[in-house]
Nanobody, 125 residues
């Protein structure tokens, strides 16, 4: 099992920045990739970004390219999502997720085996 705990959410004005963290514990050696998803009220959870745990290849949804940066610190078993120039429509609960050993980094929810509890990000206009 892998446990994930997110932190770093909060309230920010449009154009502002936040940095989310996701601390992993347990069988962290089994992590193949870490992803970030978000779910706005009344909407489905959507992929935001993912990073291959070993090697660091990154993947982003088009709307966040150039503004969000996903990274990880293997020594700390922690992933990060730096979010710049946030917009009100990006208000959502942000979740981190871990994918077990695989061959491809997943961009869909079904690819991920473990989930954090989520952290609220609110962007005011």
């Amino acid at each position: 099992q892998v446990q994930l705990v997110e932190s770093g959410g909060g309230l920010v004005q449009a154009g502002g920045s936040l940095r989310l963290s996701c601390a992993a514990s347990g069988r962290t050696f089994s992590i193949y990739a870490m992803g970030w998803f978000r779910q706005a009220p009344g909407k489905e959870r959507e992929f935001v970004a993912a990073i291959k745990w070993s090697g660091g290849s990154t993947y982003y949804r088009d709307q966040v390219k150039g503004r969000f940066t996903i990274s990880r610190d293997n020594a700390k078993n922690t992933g990060y999502l730096q979010m710049n120039n946030l917009q009100p429509e990006e208000t959502a609960v942000y979740y981190c997720a871990a994918q077990r050993v695989a061959t491809l980094v997943g961009t869909s929810m079904r690819s991920y085996d473990y989930w954090g509890q989520g952290t609220q990000v609110t962007v005011s206009s």
